[in-house]
């Protein structure tokens, strides 16, 4: 697919077919996952894959109930490693840097999963600590979740601002 048609393509999708993700498509995402670009090239940030029906059940209702995370036979959680970035970056990397690592590569799964027929959400309200709990982790910020399967849905585009209002400063005047 051309990077352009998967950006087109890319859709938010609630409502996921029971179908299993490929083994092969998940080891793609995560190459790809592996390329993004961090801080310093520290990847400051875990994956964290769950695919078990009791833990999905539980990240959605950490998600404040949206049900579609576990209806999706995966969920991938993009946590934030603070101390691998702080430990070359300081406060900046802990607070920032790591963020920013964790959402590059959350970004990246999001567009691999189009370019391979699959379909995600990307969720970002949720509660930190009951989503450290359901992994059992402590020393990672989780960031962002995406349910991850195949659509059962073809959402429509959502609506987009006009570029004027987006970009600032010397903007490109159409010809």
């Not at 101390?83 to 963020?99: D, F, P, Q, V």
């Amino acid at each position: 697919m051309e990077f352009v048609d998967v950006l087109t393509q890319r859709r938010s999708v609630r409502t996921y077919k029971p179908q299993p993700v490929e083994e092969s498509k998940l080891q793609r995402i995560f190459q790809v996952v592996n390329m993004a670009p961090s801080a310093g090239n520290l990847q400051a940030y875990k994956v964290f894959v769950v695919r078990d029906q009791a833990k999905r059940n539980a990240l959605a209702k950490a998600a404040h109930d949206q049900g579609f995370i576990a209806q999706a036979p995966v969920c991938l959680v993009f946590c934030a490693d603070p101390e691998r970035s702080a430990a070359k970056y300081g406060k900046r990397g802990k607070e920032l840097y790591s963020i920013q690592d964790a959402t590059i590569a959350g970004a990246f799964a999001v567009l691999a999963a189009v370019d391979l027929g699959l379909a995600t959400v990307w969720v970002g309200d949720f509660d930190e600590g009951k989503v450290q709990q359901v992994l059992g982790v402590k020393s990672v910020r989780p960031v962002a979740m995406f349910s991850l399967g195949y659509a059962a849905e073809q959402p429509e585009p959502s609506p987009r601002r006009a570029l004027e209002e987006i970009f600032q400063g010397d903007f490109p005047q159409t010809d």
